[in-house]
């Protein structure tokens, strides 16, 4: 079956400028998360979906950071007026939701601004 | 709050030779403990697991030991081979900051050479 799957894999964009990173996590899984891979630091949580209860949005770093998913599926991570300090490989990740169960992640977006 | 504390890379090994990488923890409660792999060009993969005191993870020879009195989840390997060259990250699951979400340690390079 389908993993997560992250598009683009790559973007690239000019500082100021608004990107929207997707996600579309393996069927049945009713947890997603969006994670911030930097070069030389480990991974650092952003958002958290389970189901219909409301997004745990404790990790974002700055209101320009928003994500939303719809139906239950797709997420969508947007960055708005990106910084030079936004480029990371952003991934995501969905899991079955109960306690304890493994995340499956995606390759990731690579986000580059220029 | 919750963090991991990985040893910091890269390593760098012979084939066949043993393998340890420390992870340590600090945690409220009673965190799942996990180590995830993420070899070149891939995206991360759950290699694995243990969720209580005393509980030994297994998996491609790899194992760990949850160890609550130390809170420690080390990484071994008797017998290290080239395509285990990856990046290996320490991560917990805890419910600290009203959520759920994975805290990942910084990752530790592993390099292997014939």
């Known amino acids: 079956g389908a993993g997560v799957s992250q598009s683009p894999s790559n973007k690239v964009t000019e500082k100021g400028k608004d990107v929207e990173l997707r996600c579309d996590p393996i069927s049945g899984h009713t947890a997603l998360y969006w994670y911030r891979q930097s070069l030389g630091q480990g991974l650092e949580f952003l958002i958290y979906?389970?189901?219909?209860?409301?997004?745990?949005k404790s990790g974002l770093p700055s209101d320009r950071f928003s994500a939303e998913r719809t139906g239950g599926s797709v997420s969508t991570l947007t960055i708005q007026r990106t910084q030079q300090e936004d480029s990371a490989v952003y991934l995501c990740?969905?899991?079955?939701?109960?306690?304890?169960?493994?995340?499956?992640f995606g390759d990731g977006t690579r986000l580059s601004i220029l | 709050g919750d963090s991991v504390t990985q040893m910091e890379g890269p390593v760098t090994l012979s084939e066949e030779a043993f393998l340890t990488i420390n992870c340590t923890y600090t945690?409220?409660?009673?965190?799942?403990l996990f180590w995830y792999v993420q070899y070149p060009g891939e995206g991360l993969q759950l290699l694995l697991k243990?969720?209580?005191?005393?509980d030994k993870g297994s998996n491609k020879g790899f194992e760990a030991t949850y160890r609550k009195e130390t809170t420690s989840f080390h990484l071994e390997k008797g017998s290290v081979q080239v395509s285990d060259s990856a990046v290996y990250f320490c991560?917990?699951?805890?419910?600290?900051?009203?959520?759920?979400?994975?805290?990942f340690g910084t990752g530790t390079q592993l390099k292997v050479e014939l």
């Open positions: 945690a409220t409660g009673y965190p799942s």
């Open positions: 243990a969720t209580k005191a005393d």
């Open positions: 990740a969905s899991s079955l939701g109960t306690p304890n169960q493994p995340q499956h």
């Open positions: 979906f389970q189901g219909n209860s409301a997004p745990d």
């Open positions: 991560a917990l699951w805890g419910l600290t900051g009203g959520g759920n979400k994975l805290t």
